[in-house]
């Protein structure tokens, strides 16, 4: 079983940058594949971004590409979205998930979720 908290969105402008973390707990995350998704209002949940257990394989949403990077902080149990040059289509609720095998961009094929973290980007 395991625990996911994010942390790290906010209020931004374009062009600003933003770092969320993601925190597990209960299970090492080292062992779990992990992502991000987000959801803006009104619409469905969408794959941003995932990371391989050995950090080896990552994969982005093409409208992400080169401006967000996923990273692993396994000393800290923790995966990281830094997010740069941001826009206002980049707006929503980001969650973090995590599963145990396979890679992929399909979100109901991950077992655990967090709450949710707001990122928000306008002038």
């Known amino acids: 079983q395991v625990q996911l908290a994010e942390s790290g969105g906010g209020l931004v402008q374009p062009g600003d940058s933003l770092r969320l973390v993601c925190v597990a707990s209960?299970?090492?995350?080292?062992?779990?594949?992990g992502a991000w998704f987000r959801q803006a209002p009104g619409k469905e949940r969408e794959f941003v971004a995932s990371?391989?257990?050995?950090?080896?394989?990552?994969n982005y949403a093409e409208d992400v590409r080169g401006r967000f990077t996923i990273a692993r902080d396994n000393p800290n149990n923790a995966i990281v979205l830094q997010m740069n040059n941001l826009k206002p289509e980049d707006t929503g609720v980001y969650y973090c998930?995590?599963?145990?095998?396979?890679?992929?961009?399909?979100?109901?094929?991950?077992?655990?979720w967090g709450q949710g973290t707001q990122v928000t980007v306008s002038s």
């Open positions: 998930a995590a599963r145990k095998l396979g890679l992929t961009r399909v979100a109901t094929h991950y077992n655990y």
């Open positions: 990371i391989s257990w050995s950090g080896d394989v990552r």
């Open positions: 209960g299970d090492t995350f080292s062992t779990n594949i």
